[in-house]
């Protein structure tokens, strides 16, 4: 029995020997969350080495709890992509955290996403068109790099109103390599290696060529983009410095383009292996109808329930807490783990199973909004939610009923830093349909 102490019940706590069986085997920390999960329930404790401590949480109304219903009692204490993304708002805290998601928030809503649209709808052609070429002459290209292509034009359009030249993006090739990098260095940000250093300095002179030129009032056919937003921000609010600015325009870049990305490339993988699903998508109504968009939304889903943008979401107890009868003391690290709770076999019958139809389906998904959170719920979660999806609708309209890629081969598993992305490379030729 759960000792009781004022306030409520002692978490339950995962027994040592098998943290320590889980360090000898040399797992990925996911499959330790997995066996605390399974052994002790949604709110679960384990204990790294002598630290205190460490609550999981996937339970439904705890994940509530945590970042909606209490998140002035969980905060984020220091954003693990901060080398990169500086104080950037998904790094911000407290009131200037306040400030700047208010600026951005009206650019990824109503009025704002429709300003997008064109942008996302350029890039997608831009891919088609290239997969156009790929089909022709039977080329050999990697699934991943082209999503990534992808979602990097689309972000830099809104960002800057023009599309992605080949010179940006070779020097934008250094953020996926940074964001790789980032579980491995220290936290606080010391002793970077010489290559990391290396790459970000090519993401600064990138993000500085980008503002020098939007000063000059360079907007693109589109119109001005999310930099020129920053810019005019400036004129009235001294916070916008040249250095906050940056950081911005390198966080839209990184939370625009990384995740979207991996989403992409998972989805091809699952495609690949449930073919009918891609049928079922296409057959769902014609070209342009609510009934496809739908239905192609269905997968993107469905792809983000199994491999969610952000598979934990870390924050620490700001002040003593109860949380669904257990007492978290102030100074606990909690991680919600969006990964496991898509996972759970009583929120998701048959949870390992590849079926959109879950999201078209009456009743096909838990109701509870802590059951499905793969950008996070409540007050933090992604602004980008909305573009995201948009922009992977876009482009799947295009492709999926023209191509259906051959893979070559296909990773032997998931990496699991910031995102859970593929381990591995995606070469791919192309049948057209």
Do not use: N
């Amino acid at each position: 029995m759960a000792e009781t102490f004022p306030g409520g019940r002692r978490v339950p706590e995962l027994e040592p020997a098998l943290v320590r069986a889980w360090r000898a085997g040399g797992g990925e920390l996911v499959h330790l969350f997995a066996r605390a999960r399974e052994r002790l329930g949604g709110i679960a404790a384990f204990r790294l080495g002598d630290a205190h401590p460490t609550v999981l949480v996937t339970d439904p109304r705890a994940v509530q709890h945590v970042l909606a219903l209490r998140a002035d009692r969980y905060v984020k204490r220091s954003h693990r992509a901060r080398l990169l993304i500086g104080d950037g708002v998904l790094a911000a805290t407290g009131e200037a955290w306040q400030r700047q998601r208010r600026l951005l928030q009206s650019q990824f809503t109503g009025r704002g996403m429709r300003r997008h649209e064109q942008r996302i709808a350029g890039a997608a052609r831009t891919t088609a068109a290239r997969w156009a070429a790929y089909a022709r002459t039977g080329e050999v290209f990697d699934v991943g790099d082209e999503m990534r292509r992808f979602a990097l034009d689309t972000i830099w359009r809104s960002l800057t109103g023009h599309a992605l030249d080949a010179a940006t993006e070779r020097e934008l090739s250094a953020v996926p390599a940074v964001v790789a990098a980032l579980p491995q260095l220290p936290a606080d940000g010391t002793a970077t290696p010489d290559a990391v250093a290396a790459d970000l300095a090519r993401i600064d002179a990138v993000a500085h060529r980008a503002l020098a030129a939007a000063r000059t009032g360079s907007a693109g056919p589109d119109g001005p983009g999310l930099l020129h937003v920053l810019l005019d921000a400036a004129g009235t609010r001294p916070e916008y410095t040249d250095r906050l600015i940056r950081d911005e325009l390198v966080t839209l870049l990184v939370a625009g383009h990384e995740t979207t990305a991996s989403t992409l490339t998972w989805l091809h993988l699952l495609l690949d292996r449930h073919p009918r699903a891609r049928r079922r998508a296409l057959a769902a109504g014609p070209a342009g109808s609510p009934a496809r968009r739908r239905a192609v939304q269905a997968l993107v889903h469905e792809t983000l329930r199994l491999y969610p943008s952000a598979w934990i979401l870390p924050r620490c107890a700001a002040e003593d807490d109860v949380l669904a009868g257990y007492r978290v003391e102030a100074g606990t690290d909690v991680l919600v783990c969006p990964y496991l709770t898509h996972r759970d076999p009583e929120l998701w019958p048959d949870p390992d199973r590849f079926d959109p139809a879950r999201f078209t389906a009456p009743g096909g998904r838990p109701s509870h909004p802590g059951s499905y959170y793969p950008f996070g719920v409540g007050p933090r979660a992604c602004l980008g939610l909305q573009f995201a999806l948009r922009e992977s609708t876009a482009l799947l309209e295009h492709l999926l009923p023209r191509y259906a890629p051959r893979l070559l081969s296909v990773p032997a598993g998931a990496a699991y830093g910031i995102t859970v992305r593929p381990d591995g490379p995606v070469p791919a030729t192309l049948t057209q349909d």
